[in-house]
């Protein structure tokens, strides 16, 4: 797996894997207390 | 539709598919017009993957589902951006290496040329019949609008998407659908905008979720697990991820958008970046369609959205009935109205008690509302048994046509349109590259020119468009669009991902073991739907995880005897 090519705030695929999963984990606490709020 | 509106539509559309055309001039050989040149960098790829998945059915039924159940349908994303990983891992790399056409080619080189004739024809049989509904869908728009037969609305759509896709080819394609996302994302943030800005003057954004939430409309998340609902977070999460990795890792129509891309690492990136952007877009639509909902707590509703069904019954024998329905629900409709005042002061003092009263009062009145649609269907049924008795998708576009300004209303109309331009035309080149290469190409001639293949690419797009539009016709009496495609997509992507899962993991298991498996699977898959043994969602996961355990145990102890099984699962 090269890493080769990647902007450089990302540095690896590594890193960039672990983004999108911390990104969905923020996305459904928001939604959740999306709910919560407004339900 | 007023004339501005008229301009507005046929100066999109026609802008679009100039762009497509101008843009994919040249094309020479089967490389260009399947695969693009493989040129197309890492944004062409994100927006491309997005606006397939994202077709005018997105833009209709999430916005009425909204309307009709809330939010829920957003966690049927939550698998994608876990999915989006997986194949930037383990499928990207593969497919570019091998430097296949389609994802099935991949499946003779692993196992066996019927493994791969057969996982071919489950794609067939399931995209071309999901393509025919993605074709319908804006086909009822024109209906709808121009009060004539959907028949006729579909046929001229169907052939528009079709003439363009033939000339075209895969590069016009992704070229059309960068612009035609440019356009929709701008779109749908001047319809959210316009939404709010159309609510009574002391209603602002957060005080119209509140009184959509108390009716029940901000269930995003729902964390119960329950085999038979449809949209919890545990379903979105597991049965999601098996179906978007499905879809993105073995379905043609999206594995052809991001082979285009010009390397591994643009084909990566673009994926990934869907896997960031997919969920939120989904959340703004699905919000879109609550705001909806917000606008008519203060503004009558119609008693039925479909206005050609309405029409129908109120000018039957039924009339009388109907008329008396319709007054009832204005009635509960005015009283809602007092209770959404009430909600609006007690929200302003914070208070408490009435605000929980008052939400048990709007849910009993959504209650009655829906008892009396439900008598007004059973009186078209009665009137026409093949009467469309539901109205989902009807509900954004009425909105729309009903209350926006003119000009506006021309260009949603064309987002639906581009929507479902963008979505159709590369369903069908992928229904044809996989028809050319791993049908055509390897059993009919197999040692044609390019010029030959190029041709044959050509008509094979003609026929699958044909195949489709009259699909179309036959789809309006599917219920709601977008849960038709996907329950028609979680009948077939299971056993086709299982197959991928084996080809990918399973290294001893051998080509007869997974056609065994492959089958028998799908015949339970099949008959778990038809005695609704659970939600679709798990048929996904149903599907992948039978492939893979009777992949094992056809193939027991014995040693795979494929000689290229094992070298292109290592590599």
């Not at chain 2, 329950?226 to 991820?241: E, H, P, R, V």
């Not at chain 2, 005015?334 to 914070?350: F, P, S």
Request: charge should be positive; proline fraction near 2%; glycine fraction near 8%.
């Amino acid at each position: 797996m090269t890493d080769k090519g990647l902007p450089p705030f990302i540095r690896n695929w590594r890193r960039f894997y672990w983004i999108v999963v911390l990104w969905l984990l923020v996305l459904i606490l928001l939604f959740y207390l999306f709910t919560n709020h407004f339900g | 539709m007023s004339t501005t509106d008229w301009g507005v539509l046929c100066c999109t559309l026609l802008l679009i598919v100039a762009y497509g055309v101008y843009k994919s001039k040249g094309i020479r050989n089967i490389d260009g017009y399947l695969l693009g040149n493989k040129s197309l960098p890492w944004y062409h790829v994100a927006l491309s993957v997005m606006a397939t998945q994202a077709s005018a059915i997105t833009f209709l039924s999430a916005p009425g589902l909204a309307y009709s159940s809330g939010m829920s349908f957003v966690q049927f994303y939550f698998g994608l951006p876990l999915a989006m990983i997986i194949l930037s891992i383990s499928f990207v790399p593969i497919f570019h290496r091998l430097r296949v056409f389609t994802a099935y080619e991949f499946l003779e080189k692993r196992f066996d040329v019927r493994t791969r004739a057969f996982t071919a024809l489950l794609f067939l049989i399931q995209r071309g019949l999901s393509t025919g509904i993605t074709i319908y869908a804006p086909a009822i728009i024109l209906s709808s609008i121009l009060q004539i037969d959907v028949v006729y609305t579909t046929l001229f759509m169907g052939t528009l998407v079709v003439l363009y896709t033939v000339y075209g080819g895969t590069k016009a394609v992704s070229y059309t659908q960068l612009l035609q996302m440019t356009i929709i994302f701008g779109g749908l943030l001047t319809a959210g905008i316009l939404v709010v800005y159309m609510l009574p003057e002391d209603i602002g954004f957060s005080k119209a979720l509140h009184i959509a939430g108390k009716s029940g409309k901000a269930n995003a998340i729902d964390l119960s697990f329950d085999w038979n609902n449809q949209y919890t977070l545990w379903s979105g999460l597991i049965g999601g991820f098996f179906l978007q990795l499905s879809y993105f890792g073995t379905d043609q129509s999206q594995v052809g958008r991001y082979l285009t891309g010009s390397s591994i690492r643009d084909s990566r990136i673009g994926l990934l970046m869907n896997g960031l952007l997919k969920v939120p877009m989904q959340f703004a639509i699905l919000l879109i369609g609550v705001l909806v909902f917000a606008f008519y707590q203060y503004n009558s509703p119609p008693i039925f959205f479909n206005k050609y069904e309405l029409h129908r019954i109120e000018n039957s024998s039924y009339a009388g009935q109907v008329a008396e329905l319709k007054a009832e629900h204005h009635a509960v409709f005015e009283e809602k109205k007092k209770q959404i005042h009430r909600l609006t002061a007690a929200l302003d003092a914070d208070d408490e008690a009435t605000i929980s009263e008052v939400r048990d009062q709007l849910q009993d009145a959504d209650v009655r509302a829906k008892e009396i649609r439900q008598d007004l269907v059973a009186l078209m049924q009665a009137n026409d048994a093949k009467a469309d008795t539901n109205d989902n998708n009807y509900i954004f576009l009425s909105f729309v046509t009903e209350n926006f300004p003119k000009g506006l209303i021309g260009l949603l109309v064309a987002i639906v349109f581009m929507a479902s331009m963008g979505a159709t035309s590369s369903a069908i080149n992928s229904l044809a590259s996989t028809t050319v290469i791993d049908i055509y190409k390897r059993f009919v001639s197999k040692t044609g020119s390019e010029r030959r293949y190029l041709s044959a690419s050509r008509a094979f797009t003609l026929m699958w468009g044909i195949f489709c539009i009259i699909i179309a016709l036959y789809a309006s009496k599917l219920g709601n669009l977008l849960e038709a495609v996907n329950i028609l997509g979680s009948l077939f992507y299971g056993t086709i991902l299982g197959i991928f899962v084996v080809a990918f993991y399973v290294k001893r298991a051998g080509g007869k073991a997974v056609l065994a498996a492959a089958i028998v699977t799908e015949m339970i898959v099949v008959s778990f739907w038809w005695f609704d043994v659970m939600a679709f969602l798990w048929l996904n996961l149903v599907g992948c995880a039978g492939v893979v355990l009777f992949s094992l145990i056809f193939q027991g102890t014995r040693p795979n005897q494929q000689p290229n099984g094992t070298s292109i699962a290592t590599q």
